[in-house]
């Protein structure tokens, strides 16, 4: 079965060209069924996408992931899913080890590592981003921005509700066991440049397990406790530790005040930069 790539993009005519350059750059043809959900662009994500022999393009007025991810799952073929955010790059070699894992095996979900670029990043973000990586969060391997799902994943997941944290809710919809960590599926994130860019994402983060929370939805594994824990004994690590402590406060705060169609969105990591494209 053919494996369909689906790829929400909103407003990435900077990124998406990266994204799609190198997915497909070893890709045989036909291998993919590749469909970008450009939802409520007024730039030229659309045309970009559109440079691509065989990508499928949508084009939506609403600028909403949901909404493009589900109208993408609309047009997928009935095989393995692999769910791409259009600022980020994955190999061919990549989605195709991503692939493999949800058709070959048990696992219903399949993700891979996440690595992060804090080339353009403020010293405070990198201290930030030093400690989150000895979060419990990432024992397993990172759920977001990219992951697999299975024929039997997708039906488990059924049409994604209108959330903020859409990954994490298709998260929570699997156990432990159900899911593959596949290291070699690796996917480099930009870090957001500055502290208030940070305070956005994390903002938007924080709406999203609020709305989760609401909906009954409990977290799974390991909380801040162990992270802590693991902080304690690395001094080098303690300053990060309390840039994120201070963010996150701060983000619960913003998040209780934030509307419920807010969507805070860090553009400092996807302006054109040497080498993106």
Known sequence: MITSILIPAHQEETTIGRCLSRLLMQAEPAEFHV???????TD????????????????????SKIGAVNAARERAS?????????DLAIT?????????????GPALAAIGRMD????HASFAVRQFYKAWRFSPYFDHGK??????????????????PRLTNDDEFVSRQFKREEIVFVPEASFTAMAPASFADLLKVRTRVQRGNRQLAARGAKAKGPGFKTFAARV?????????FGIFTIVNLLAVVKAR?????AWERDDSSRRLRPGTV
């Open 35 to 41: 469909i970008v959900a450009a939802n409520g662009c």
């Open 44 to 63: 030229n994500t659309a045309e970009v996408a559109r440079t691509f022999p065989g990508v499928e393009v949508i084009e939506l007025a609403e600028g």
């Open 78 to 86: 009935q095989g393995p899913h692999i769910y791409l955010d259009g």
């Open 92 to 104: 061919t070699a990549a989605a195709r080890a991503l692939s493999a894992a949800v058709s070959e």
């Open 116 to 119: 992060v670029d804090m080339s």
């Open 143 to 160: 759920f977001g921005g990219v992951y697999a799902l299975s024929v039997e994943g997708q039906a488990r997941i059924g049409h994604l």
């Open 232 to 240: 304690l004994p690395r001094p080098h690590l303690w300053l990060g």
């Open 257 to 261: 005040k934030a509307k419920a169609d």
